[in-house]
Structures are given as C-alpha cells and as structure tokens.
C-alpha cells in the first residue's frame, strides 16, 4: 500500500510542535522530534515519526515525564551512572553517551550506565555520535518490556535487547553495528502492520509457538523469534545482564513516578566510548577503518548483486535519496499522527501537505 512523501523539514516541524503542546521544552521536544525523523532518513521506519502517537500516550499515562532532564546520579573512575529521570529516552541516550565520550578523552574509555530510560529510539544515534568525535561507540540496551521467545520456549521472556556499534572511518560516514537481538525489531512488527504488510516467515510465533506472518498475531499474545536461533538468544541474554544487571536498572535509586509500572522498573542501558587513540594516533585509527572499508567495498559482488555494502552505508544512501525524494509515511501512520495533532491542540492547517 503506497504512503504519503513529505519533505524532511516538514515532518520535523510537526513532530516538534506536538511535543511543545503536550508540555516539553522547545529544545526537548527539537531532539526528540529530530531523531525520530533521522531514523526515517536512516531508513528505519519503526523508529521514526510512526513513534509520534506512542509518546503522546506514553506522556499522558505518566510512562514518561517530558519536562524531566536526565542527571549524573554518580561517578568512578572512567564510569558514570545516569538517571534517566523518566524523560524522553533519547534525551538520556545522548547524555548517557555524550558522559562516555567525555570520560574517553580523558581516560581512553568511558562507560555510562543509564537507568530508568523511556523508549531510547533508534540505538545507532548514539554510536555515530560518538564516531563523530573521534570514539568507538557502543550500546546495549536491556530490560525492555518482554517481546521475545528465549530459543525453544514459547512465551515471552526478553526484550528485543538492541547493540550497536560505531567506528569512525577517515572521510566517510561511520560502520555502524545496530540491530535487535530478535529477528525484527518490536518497531517493524509495527511498521509492517500500518502498512498492511504481511511479515516473512520466521519473524514472530503465536501465542502457542507457531509461526506466524500476520503481525496483528504479535498483538495477540505472539512473540518475537531471537535471530539465528540460540545464537541471538544467548546475545539476548548477555545484552540483558550489562543492561540492566550490570548498570542495577534493576533496582532503582529511589521509587518515582514510573518506577512501581509494568515493564518500567527495569529499563536500562550501557553505554560505552573508547577513544580513537587510546592505543595509537587516532587518525590512524581512523585511516586504517577507511582501508577495510575500502578494500570490503572492492570486493566483486555475487550474482544478484549490484555492489557490496559496509555496515552502515545503505542508511548514509538511504538518507541522500530521501532528503532529496522525501520521506514516505505509511496512510495508517499520517492518520494517527493526524489524530494525535487534534487530541494536542493543533489545527489541520498545522499539518504539512504531501509532495506533489
């Protein structure tokens, strides 16, 4: 079913104002709305404005508190504890992230565990953030609320545990390492049903462990499969145990508004920067990534194929074609962001009108 274009700014602009009118300070409601539009340049979808109605609800239920700035609750050594205070989640990613960077420059690593974390969005920001000033950045997010099957079990017991990596690479845009530890992410599951799209098999089970392509099956009681069957399922595992046992998202500092709320107590992340040159001069660190990028590229592609890619660059293409052709919104996801614009107040001559 084909979607609606919009130009990127446009977007932008309305998700910035339904932020501002359910209460968020300009500068918050900005960052978030333009992570959200980045990921539907990046490509990923599930990640992007279709967040938009999620958040609004999420606020107005009292799951996130969108005038809440995160805070360093602690420090040791090259690590820090961030208290994500319940704000929106990429306000306390980017802070959790912007604290290990910080701390790489100053010790060669830097680890930030962030608790109490809302929805974080699209993982791969934060590790191209710190690509960007000159660190290995890496992220795993654990003690999401339950969407998953663990290898040979039927019901859900994990998250969707999402790891991203990012490494800087002299005059080219980052390799980036960001996925979920399930098959699909809980947000394409989404994106495929506001599109009216079947999944390919393999990706979900119903409530009784059958496959399943219907995503309204995941709604239902069904669950996301682990990728690469017991092999993502121990990453799951792992990622878990660094993201909420490690960092104690398992026991917040003090009990807040959130705290005592299904699938909340125990939402958290690590977050990790190591400095380009902590082991040698970091522009040749950087140079020797852009060899390997280079020489990967180069490689003769197999039938089928049109070249070979690196991680991270179909979403650099990505984001050139769609800044230039614009970005597609499923019918189904423009109608509730409509919806969600009248519950907050604005008027339909607010909204942007489709690409001609």
Known sequence: MPGIRFQAEELLSVATRIFAAIGAPQDIARTVAETLVDANLM???????????????AARKGLVDVTARPRRASANGATVLVDGEWAFGQITGRLAMDEAVGLAHEHGIGAAAAIRCAHLGRVGDYVERAAARGCVGMAWVGGLIPAAVPYGGRTRALGTNPIAVG??????????????????AAGKVAAARAAGKALLPGRIVDQDGR????????????????FADHKGYALSTIVDLVGQVLTGADRPLTARRGDDLPGQRHSGALFVAVSAGAFRPAERTASTAR???DRLRNVPPAPGFDRVLTPGQPEALMRARRLRDGIEVAEATWRAIRETAAAVGL????LPGPMA
């Open 167 to 184: 490494f800087p690479v002299a005059g080219d845009h980052p390799v980036v390492l960001d996925f979920a530890t399930t098959v699909i």
């Open 291 to 293: 060899s390997i990028v």
């Open 211 to 226: 496959p399943a392509t219907d995503p309204e099956v995941f709604y239902s009681g069904g669950a996301l499969l682990p």
């Open 347 to 350: 008027a339909p001559e607010d």
């Open 43 to 57: 490509g990923h979808d599930s990640h992007g404005v279709l967040r938009i109605p999620q958040y609004v609800t």
